[in-house]
């Protein structure tokens, strides 16, 4: 009943040993307490096919000794010679085919059962982990990259539910293997059995030693099929840049160096693998030698020939279990990496006495003293202060990494403050259920997102239950009525993934389009207008003015020319509002926003912002 060879399925990155093997197998365990009757039930078929395999070579010492010591019963004289009674002697033996028969029937059932069993334990761990993805604050996803995540989620879990079946099945056999046949060699002889059990303590240590030394292989070359992995994900995202900048050369040399070091790896993982069987059937041939000297000099034949078929059934279990072993080092490396996800912190979705509906939120929102830091050791945000009115505009400027996405960003809570607070109409943030909360704003950014489908799902996407009218009345609002309806099949043109089957200004006139349709109470704009023509994005600023009235929007610019009709700027340099007021005053002012100002239309000096993330 060995299982197979454990096959590849990659994610295990060179610092994600297993730190915590006994704990992570624990809890692996717990998570089976659904399934605990079906795996007392698979446990009991598994006992029942170890029976019948036990009960062979007894029967078959049974007959080699009445054979032995009573002829009689399998010969008779016919005219002088001996005669076997073949009838007598293939009803015996066909006894025996019975054992065996049954004993593989019920090893195969063993299998049937654990196969949905094992489907269902996989199923729940990828609903868990979907579930926790969609809990995680978009801070976890600045730690980790996406390939990571995604190999996470789809390899880990994998090899965990593919190797699943193997390791109960092999170590519930194992276990009844191991205690039966030991019980079954003792009756027949306790001196061979010592004999045998002399040869184990060094079996144990092969299994151990090898095993060993095998899961750092194993590590090794899951480290770099992470890296590797990583590699691959980077650069078909991004072969666009990969050939704007002739770097296909230095890509290929980077793959080909970790591929190296994974083929080396691979190598020796697979040496390690692969030398456990022939060393310890090196020693168990040495025991068999130890048995047929030890045996022959005190045993009968039937208690020899039984005695060295149930040696060789007491070596399975150790074979078994040095077979999987690295299945189960795999297995539960894995599970510990599924598990660090799991146990990341999130933000409860519902908060206790929250507030659960939008329905009657206005758009009053305040920044009280918001501190805020990507890193603890570089502060972006101290003691942030700022209010808008219900239907305010509010224009936010400022050069690079000065925190205008920042302060959109924490208005979303993809990220949450260290100190102070943000309320809408007089309640924290922290206060609104995600959806409540989410579904108030709606935004278009300047990175455009959308998923393969029609084009019509992709603009109703907040608002599913959207008739086909009102996404007609949405794309002609956003100005994309009339480049959809050019477009094969129009509103069911299928955009592919990210939507790079249409200029990157239609995708952002597409999602302009979705977040007119779910007529938001509050308005994010980040950059909205940045891949149109301006002929374009004078007529999208007029639908945007309309559909901003009363409101209160938010729009984050670069093109200062795009908010001078806004009511409040806000002007911010190095995380801090350094001043607000209208166009006009601002440009009165002949302050920071002039010199801005005057950087972009008229040439004058360069204005220096910050590093760090907008």
Known sequence: MAGPRHGRMGGLTENDKAKNFKGTLRRLIGDFKPFIPKLVFVSFIITTSVVFTLLSPLYIRNIISEMTTNPGLFFTMVDGALVLDWDLLIARFGIIVGFYFFSHFFVWLTEFLLIPLSNRYSYNLRKNFQAKMDTLPLSFFDKQTYGEVLSRGT???DRISGSLQTIVSNVINSMFLFIGTLVMMLITS???????????????????????NSQKRFKAYYGQLGKLN????????????????NKEKETIQTFTKINVTLTEADRMSQFYS??????????????FVGIAVVGGLSQNLGNMVAFFILVSLFQRPFQQLGQISNVI??????????????????????????????????????????HFAYKEDAPLFEGLNLDVHPGDTVAIVGPTGAGKTTLVNLLMRFYEVNKGEITLDGIPLTHYSYPALRTSFGMVLQDTWLFKGTIRDNIRYGKSEASHEEVEEASKAALAHFFISTLPGGYDFE????????????????????????????LILDEATSSVDTRTEASIQEAMTRLMKQRTSFVIAHRLSTIKNAKLILVMNKGKIVETGTHMSLLEKNGFYAELYNAQFTGGQHVNGTSEAS
């Open 329 to 370: 080092q795999s297995s539960i490396a894995a599970a510990e990496r599924v598990y660090g996800i799991m146990d990341e912190k999130t933000v409860p979705l519902l908060p206790e006495n929250a507030t659960l509906t939008n329905d009657k939120v206005r758009g009053h929102i305040q920044f009280r003293d918001v």
């Open 495 to 522: 955009l592919s993934e990210d939507g790079t089957n249409v200029s990157q200004g239609q995708r952002q006139l597409i999602t302009i389009a979705r977040a007119i349709l779910t007529q938001p109470k509050i």
């Open 230 to 245: 990583g590699v691959i994900e980077e650069n078909y995202s991004g072969y666009k840049i990969v050939k704007l900048f």
């Open 274 to 287: 692969g030398i456990i069987f022939p060393a310890i059937n090196f020693v168990n041939n040495l025991g």
């Open 190 to 212: 306790w001196q061979l059995t010592l004999v045998a059990l002399g040869i184990l303590p060094i079996s144990v240590f092969i299994t151990i030693f090898i095993a060993k």
């Open 155 to 157: 390899n880990d879990i």
